[in-house]
Each structure stands twice: as C-alpha cells, then as structure tokens.
C-alpha cells in the first residue's frame, strides 16, 4: 500500500512564493515519487513538473524558470517549489508516485493566486 500527501497550498498574490510537500508511506522508495501535476477547474491534469529515479528533472514550458522540484530521501518527500506565482497557477496540484509500473497520487492540495 502506498499513501501520499500533500500539503502546503493555499492562497498567495500574484509574485508571491509556495513550497508544496508530498511524503510518501507505505511500500515505497523515495526515488519512486516523480512529479507534481495540476488540475485546473475545467481542464484536464496536466504535468508541472518531473524528477527520474536517478534525479533528473524537467519543467512544463509555463513553469520552467519559476518552479523547482526537488527531493528528500531521507524523509521520503518530494518538494515544489513555486516562485513569482501568477493567477493561471491556480490549480489543485497533485504528487505522483510510479511503483512497479503503477501510478499512484496524493489527494491534491488547493493553490490559489489572486490578481
């Protein structure tokens, strides 16, 4: 069983700076968490941002330059880090976890940047 969770949403202004937390329990390696997705109300989920099992990264066009993924081994935690926010970053964002071959996700948190 794998359970993840996220945290640290909320609502910011336009400019304003987040950093979500996703920690993974269960039977997981830290390594398996892979990246943050968001859905916004009306479209489809979409990637933010990934990390590979050995560490490497990459960045929807729209975030690239303002977003940072990173993770925590030793806490089983996979981080983003949100800079310069803008209003079409709302969305619930979502962890993802790969394990044998299956996804698994957290239950989203809500960020909110007001105009």
């Known amino acids: 069983q794998v359970q993840l969770v996220e945290s640290g949403g909320g609502l910011v202004q336009t400019g304003e700076s987040l950093r979500l937390s996703c920690g993974a329990s269960g039977s997981i390696f830290s390594r398996n968490l892979r990246g943050w997705y968001r859905q916004a109300p009306g479209k489809q989920r979409e990637l933010v941002a990934e990390i590979s099992f050995g560490g490497n990264t990459n960045y929807a066009g729209s975030v690239k330059g303002r977003f940072t993924i990173s993770r925590d081994n030793a806490k089983n935690t996979v981080y983003l880090q949100m800079n310069s926010l803008k209003p079409e970053d709302t969305a619930v964002y979502y962890c993802?976890?790969?394990?044998?071959?299956?996804?698994?996700w957290g239950q989203g948190t809500q960020v909110t940047v007001s105009s």
């Open positions: 993802k976890a790969l394990v044998g071959g299956t996804d698994y």
